[in-house]
């Protein structure tokens, strides 16, 4: 996972570049190529996980002679933060921390605690999320909470105990996870989303009794379709069920109606239950981009910055964060980059056959870049 798209050390800086500190102005807002705004950021605080689900880090590649990343090569918090803090000021208002398991990253807290003193140029707070597999969710919920988390996004792809510990294939149960999420909710962590992952014939016989079980609760469901993410996962379009194949199947049963986005942007089509017990949430990555509105940037683990789930390299920030570079370098590396960008790998491929989507150059893996 080494080597820059573009050295950042050859960037040049721009002269308009949005500087560290004051609100930036409408006119000065950063947007790419395709005037889509960097409105939220990821960050990958480990590469390694507790899991070895079969979409993600199957246990044939992923063994026990996988070299991970060296401790060393890992942001430290405080990098962590310095990045965070300079994207803020250019227009993030959303942080959610990934991986890997992130709940695995030792004093994850502290890193929440950094997180939660920023502010928007407007003054506001950043909005601060997790993505967890929720395994170790009921012992540290409280600690979480406490740090200034705000909620969390919990992926369970079964409530059936056999198809879960299938797909996480580290024989991990249900139950603990639903103990995680009980945890979760009690401490305030809300609202609370599950992540579903379908894989055709792994645990798509289970979609309905994932929405009848989570109706009616403080938990909204959202399926997500299995994505070609890295090289990895062995995916084949075959193993994809479309989301209107999951809303058919529920709205059969439990009836459905749309509704408004909660805000330009947002990755999953939202329906409701027309008894009015609740929503779920459909992210249909596969067979409907949404690559024209995607404000969204990653950074892994080791400080590179990606400006797409589909990249094949990043641009290494780390470089900068530790030659002595100031803020405001780091401020324009990042301008530039963003800037500069034209991803809609997506958008591209949606037209083409599942063959074609699959192959082609090496692409980076979720557990490396975050979902
Ligand atoms: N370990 C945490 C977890 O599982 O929630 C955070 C990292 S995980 C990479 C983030 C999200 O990506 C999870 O909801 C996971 O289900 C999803 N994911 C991983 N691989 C995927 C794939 N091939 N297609 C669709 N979603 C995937
Ligand atoms: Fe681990 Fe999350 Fe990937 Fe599953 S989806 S292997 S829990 S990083
Ligand atoms: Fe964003 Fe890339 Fe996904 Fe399109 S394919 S939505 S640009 S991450």
Known sequence: MSGALIPVHSIEPLADAVPVGPAPTWEARLVDTLNRPLHDLRLSVTDRCNFRCVYCMPKEVFGKDFAFMPRDEMLSFEEMTRLARISVAHGVEKIRLTGGEPLLRKGLEELIAMLAELRTPAGRPVDIALTTNGSALAMKAQALKDAGLKRVTVSLDSLDDTTFRAMNDVNFPVA??????????????????????????????DIVNMARHFKGTPYILRFIEFMDVGTSNGWNMNAVLPSSEVLGRIHAELPLEEVAPNYTGE?????????????IGLISSVTQSFCHTCSRARVSTDGKLFTCLF???????????????????????MASIWRRRTDQASALRSAQTGAVRSSGAKKIEMSYIGG
Request: charged share 30%.
């Open 176 to 205: 603990r996870i639903l103990a995680g999420l009980d945890a979760a909710h009690a401490v305030g962590l809300g609202p609370i989303k599950i992540n579903m992952v379908v894989k055709r014939g792994q645990n798509d016989h």
């Open 267 to 279: 990755t999953s089509r939202r329906w409701r239950y027309v008894d009015g017990e609740g929503e």
């Open 311 to 333: 990249a094949s390299e990043g641009h290494d920030l780390r470089a900068l964060l530790r030659d002595g570079s100031t803020d405001e370098q780091l401020s324009d590396a």
